[in-house]
């Protein structure tokens, strides 16, 4: 299995422009450092939003539950590629049910968060990602990075992340606030 903390990450400043490299392991060491992320929001024909429980193993906000996807493209690389490649690896979605071109930019999302159990951080440049495929489309989670998987209607996601924070990974609020916004500015 690939060390995926050894991986480069894109450094970048607080308007995206790059600065320069780190490993993933070292970009997550306090205090953090700023760099280039993505986080994907798959939706329903119902207006349902795809959830996955991090697996045990994830040295950040482990069993957590999040967006369907998140990862660092790498230097140079595309975010919307980079995570049509991280579907396929983490969520076993096939290139014949989805690709990069059903995935929209909706913006970016710029967040520092702290993991008490782990002391390691994210403080990330965050493009928010927003897909969409059938609920019944066919998923395969590796289960090194994905514990669960869970459908939830986007009202009753947002009721529980305000009563129960601490289930959830702490960008995910922001991530539904990028994409809220996208939505309605159409």
């Keep these: 299995m690939m060390d995926r903390e050894s991986l480069l990450v894109e450094l970048v400043d607080d308007d995206g422009v790059p600065t320069g490299t780190a490993t993933v392991d070292d970009a997550h060491r306090a205090p953090g450092t700023l760099h280039r992320a993505f986080s994907v929001l798959l939706l329903d024909d119902a207006g349902r939003v795809l959830l996955q429980q991090r697996s045990a193993v994830k040295t950040r906000f482990a069993l957590r539950w999040g967006n369907a996807c998140c990862g660092h493209p790498a230097p140079g690389s595309s975010p919307v590629d980079s995570a049509a490649v991280r579907l396929r690896e983490e969520l076993g979605l096939s290139t014949v049910d989805f690709s990069a071109a059903d995935l929209t930019d909706a913006g970016v999302y710029l967040y520092r968060a702290t993991d008490a159990a782990t002391g390691r951080v994210e403080h990330e440049y965050d493009h928010v990602l927003v897909g969409h495929v059938d609920a019944g489309t ?8 994905v514990a669960a998987l869970h459908w ?35």
Excluded: F, K
């Design 138 to 145: 066919p998923l395969r989670p590796d289960p090194a990075e």
């Design 152 to 186: 939830i209607d986007l009202d009753v996601l947002r009721a529980d992340l305000a009563e129960r924070p601490a289930e959830y990974v702490p960008w995910l609020a922001g991530v539904l606030s990028v994409q809220a916004g996208a939505t309605h500015g159409r």
